[in-house]
């Protein structure tokens, strides 16, 4: 971070400056990824040791610390090692539940870095936090199906080298409420497919795109399907535990850095004679973050241990609690960074009015806070149910 990250992070401001287009691919960005590679810093998020793909096989627990120093800097750190969001959870649907064929195409070159792939399971026109709403139909056709419907926050979709999506549908609109989807592998530039634009987050045009994806008649052959028919909620749940937690692990990453800048900021700057580090409301704002985020940390790698020693239908509380308090605890101290940096905070010359965008859109990503808090609730009234307690 400190020999190859943070030096480039103005590199990468110039040259995508330069380029004129959000979405353009800056050169710095590819020499990172070589130095990262050749210095065995690779798919360290991947679960199993696999000298092929340069993953080390590292637990939950030994790769959350390491999120959380890439979460300092979440424009290069995570893709440089290729450990970003969404190809983290792509590569681990695509290997659970892919044909060999899904995995030739598609997984060996994510693992190599070679291209990027998009999530297709937003919906603008339901609420797709409940996931059961899901409208786009996938309508079998003979050795295929047919897909119609619009999504969106397709995050990577707009991505210099994304060439294939992870799609979820509707295959039997009859069936049990959590039976009714399936998830397909979708290529980029099959017909019927349409990019119709790129959604701004607080204003920012992000690198990788949050895209609006309009699906019109686009066929794709019955070995699309990843696993079964009716199991793409099943496959969404499994896709999702691992990547609440590298999330939770950025926050804090983000976190750590906005009180860093802050300590600084804090010290040089002065105020009525005195150093704004001598004021008691600033030292409390130090204190605070300080004990917020170690109990943000400590709660995110219980979770972490949790699923690995019991998977992740035992961790679901933890998880789901990571998932509230890790954005929101980022979300506090980087405010209070940015007070603390006055009108510089709210500029781009200062990493942090980008964090705080990202972090307020994460209270969505992934399931919304209130769906998360729904789970734990449900989860501890059943505690005392089976406890037998009146």
């Known amino acids: 971070m400190d020999s190859h990250i943070y030096p480039a992070e103005p590199v990468y401001a110039q040259q995508m400056a330069a ?6 691919r800056p050169p710095i960005l590819e020499e990172l990824k070589a130095r990262a590679r050749s210095r065995g810093l690779w798919n360290l998020f991947h679960p199993h040791e696999r000298p092929d793909w340069g993953a080390p096989g ?3 627990l ?24 969404p190809d983290t959870g792509n590569m ?8 060999d064929e899904h995995k030739e195409l598609w997984l060996q070159p994510l693992l190599a870095g070679e291209i990027a792939s998009a999530f297709a399971m937003t919906e603008p026109d339901v609420a797709s936090s409940d996931a059961t709403n899901i409208e786009l139909r996938m309508v079998p056709d003979g050795d295929h199906y047919v897909l119609n419907g619009r999504k969106w926050f397709a995050s990577n979709a707009l991505h210099a080298h994304c060439r294939v999506l ?6 039997d609109p009859d069936a049990a409420p959590h039976r009714q989807q399936s998830m397909m592998v979708v290529p980029l530039d099959t ?5 119709v634009r790129a959604l701004p987050v607080f204003g920012y045009l992000d690198r990788e795109g949050h895209a609006e994806i309009l699906f019109e008649d686009v066929r794709v052959p019955r070995s699309a399907l990843l696993a079964g028919e009716g199991d793409g909620f099943a496959i969404g749940q499994a896709r999702l535990g691992p990547g609440r937690i590298h999330h939770c692990m950025r926050s804090i990453g983000a976190a750590e850095r906005a009180l860093d800048l802050m300590i600084d900021r804090a010290r040089e700057r002065v105020t009525f004679g005195r150093p704004l580090a001598e004021r008691s409301n600033i030292q409390d704002w130090i204190a605070e973050a300080r004990i917020d985020i170690e109990m943000a940390r400590l709660l995110t790698l219980k979770a972490a241990w949790l699923m690995d020693t019991v998977g992740n239908r035992e961790a679901r509380t933890e998880i789901a609690a990571i998932k509230v308090a890790a954005p929101a605890v980022a979300l506090r101290v980087i405010d209070r960074a940015i007070q603390v940096h006055g009108g510089a905070g709210v500029t781009g010359d200062f990493p942090l009015a980008a964090f705080y965008a990202h972090q307020r859109t994460l209270r969505l990503a992934d399931g919304p806070d209130e769906v998360h808090k729904r789970t734990i609730a449900r989860m501890e009234l059943r505690r005392v149910e089976s406890a037998g307690r009146a």
């Not at 380029?19 to 353009?24: A, I, K, L, R, T």
């Not at 681990?92 to 044909?99: A, H, K, N, P």
């Open 92 to 99: 681990e649907v695509l290997e659970r539940f892919g044909t």
């Open 191 to 195: 017909p019927g497919i349409t990019v």
């Open 166 to 171: 992870i799609v979820m549908g509707k295959t």
């Open 58 to 60: 590292l637990s939950n």
């Open 62 to 85: 030994d790769y959350a610390p390491l999120a959380e120093i890439m979460g300092r800097s979440p424009q290069l750190a995570p893709e440089a090692t290729n450990c970003n969001a």
């Open 19 to 24: 380029s004129g287009d959000p979405n353009h």
